[in-house]
């Protein structure tokens, strides 16, 4: 498909899924009609790269419906000074977003794979502000920290307590927390050694997985 057909996708994408439910930040819904979607989904589901909902990419993970992925870049209120923390490269298209609305994006997957293929697209992409690191994101980036902001894009019972070290003070956390049927797309603010939380809306994750969790047979 030609560029242009894409583009013309991704602008519709905007107005019908974004805007028209509730997305109204100008910074996010350009960066939304900037980053070509179709170059982070797996070949087999580019023609699917601007419908409304998850695609699944390698090792078993998704990239997260556009929609949502605009809803947590709005939470997290980004002016293009800040240093954002990833938990979850997974594809690199929310990286890409972030990326465009940030100073500086460091960006945490488990699986190498999946790193190693975001960070080939963000570098034909010319995005040269995200760093990408393999290991387990609930464990944080303490070289980098502290973060003015963190999102997960996995969900998990509660927020790793290394993520709200790493919180610069004032600074915004966005996670989906609960249990698989129930999670809830969570928005934290970190006053003084205690977080402020906003309920946003129900949502459905692949979960974050700490390291102590991974059965050994799955570490090859
Ligand atoms: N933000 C991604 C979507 C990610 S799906 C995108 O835009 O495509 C969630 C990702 O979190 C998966 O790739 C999964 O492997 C990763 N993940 C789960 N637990 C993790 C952990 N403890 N540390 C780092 N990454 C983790």
Do not use: W
């Not at 107005?15 to 087999?44: K, N, T, Y």
């Not at 699986?111 to 995005?127: D, F, P, T």
């Not at 459905?204 to 570490?219: G, H, K, M, S, Y």
């Amino acid at each position: 498909m030609p560029a242009s057909d894409y583009a013309a996708q991704r602008d519709a994408m905007v107005e019908h899924q974004l805007q028209r439910r509730g997305i109204s930040d100008p910074r996010v819904l350009e960066a939304m009609r900037r980053v070509p979607r179709e170059r982070f989904v797996l070949p087999e589901f580019r023609h699917e790269a601007y419908s409304d909902q998850a695609l699944p990419i390698a090792c078993g993970q998704t990239i997260s419906q556009p929609y949502i992925v605009a809803l947590m870049t709005e939470a997290l209120q980004l002016s293009g000074t800040e240093k954002v923390l990833e938990v979850g490269t997974g594809s690199g298209y929310q990286a890409a977003v972030l990326a465009l609305l940030a100073r500086k994006v460091v960006s945490i997957e488990r699986h190498e794979e999946l790193s190693r293929r975001a960070g080939r697209v963000l570098q034909e992409l010319g995005l040269d502000n995200v760093l990408l690191v393999v290991g387990d994101g609930t464990k944080g980036y303490p070289p980098e920290a502290p973060y003015d902001r963190i999102l997960v894009t996995a969900a998990g019972p509660e927020v790793p307590p290394a993520l709200i070290e790493q919180l610069a003070p004032d600074g915004l956390l966005v996670m989906p927390v609960g249990p698989p049927e129930h999670q809830v797309l969570r928005v934290y603010r970190k006053r003084g050694d205690h977080l402020e939380v906003e309920q946003l809306c129900p949502v459905r994750f692949v979960p974050l997985i700490p390291d102590e969790q991974t059965p050994p047979e799955a570490e090859e």
